[in-house]
């Protein structure tokens, strides 16, 4: 139904000037959600905003990105691509990540990149890579994906259209539903099989909540997608790899800061 997973207390990455990385640093939960909320987040500017007042002293506040940068995400060429899922791996549950793991972006030359997972963020920096998200590199940990996610900061309505629009059709409808929102086809599919779990454990509150706001007042999510993060939030994370939070993109949904990495996403891959 919508994903933007991460990985509580996990430590970020500051990317500084002159191409230079500092030591990785932690955010803590401080007391606002970190978002970009709308209409239908249910949360006000006051209570969710795209900025983190507790990682380190002068806080973080998530880079805005423009048309340019998307157009650059998109252009970069991944190489060895991930496969296309052969197996619904809800059936068979993949083992979590190391908890300290990240992946890296590897500049490959002539725009073109590779990623590796690296047992910790200064192991990513160390090896000259540029840390992409937290948890080991998944379907959804291109680039290509990445500007999905930066330029769709509400991913829960369209997705949801998508399997409401496709209650009784093939897996491959549904994929190619979600795929159409921009998604590689590898990470549709972790996509619609998400939603295919969801749907299956989570039917009463998610129909009963369809028109509800994603928060409750206070700022917990509503229990549709509190179901979701609970029944399908790890496989997803395992699978995907990149999910909004452990990558520092602010989603309509809120999340405590403490889950958040402080990244930014300007690659400079070497020119063609």
């Known amino acids: 139904m919508h994903r933007g997973r991460g990985l509580a207390g996990m430590a970020g990455v500051w990317l500084a000037a002159c191409s ?11 007391l606002a959600l970190f978002g ?12 969710c905003a ?15 990105y423009g048309p340019d940068d998307l157009v650059a995400l998109r252009a970069a060429v991944l190489l060895d691509p991930p496969a296309a899922l052969a197996t619904d791996p809800y059936a068979t549950p993949p ?18 990149y590779r990623l590796v997972t690296y047992a910790s963020a200064q192991a990513a920096v160390d090896a000259g890579a540029q840390v992409t998200h937290g948890g080991a590199c998944g ?15 509400d991913l829960t309505e369209p997705v949801r259209a ?12 549904l994929a190619s539903c979600i795929g159409g929102l921009g998604f590689t086809e590898v990470c549709a599919q972790v996509w619609a099989y ?12 998610c129909f009963a909540l369809l028109d509800a706001p994603y928060h409750e007042p206070e700022g917990a999510l509503n229990a549709c997608l509190q179901c979701d993060e609970d029944a399908s939030g790890a496989v997803f994370l395992a699978v995907a790899g990149r999910t909004r939070r452990n990558t ?3 989603s309509s949904m809120c999340r405590p800061c403490g889950e958040v990495w402080p990244l930014t996403h300007r690659y400079g891959l070497s020119s063609p």
């Open 95 to 112: 083992v979590p990540s190391a908890l300290d793991a990240v992946c890296g972006v590897v500049d490959a030359g002539a725009g073109r």
């Open 162 to 173: 998508c399997g409401l629009a496709h209650l009784a059709d093939p897996f491959e409808d």
């Open 36 to 47: 970009a909320p709308n209409d239908a987040t249910g949360l006000t500017s006051a209570q």
């Open 20 to 30: 230079e990385v500092e030591a990785p640093m932690r955010c803590e939960p401080g």
């Open 248 to 250: 520092g993109v602010p």
């Open 139 to 153: 379907v959804c940990s291109s680039l290509a994906d990445l500007a999905v996610y930066i330029e769709r900061p």
């Open 50 to 64: 795209p900025v983190c007042t507790s990682c380190g002293e002068a806080g973080w506040t998530a880079p805005v």
């Open 194 to 205: 998400n939603t295919l779990h969801t749907r299956s454990a989570c039917a009463a509150p």
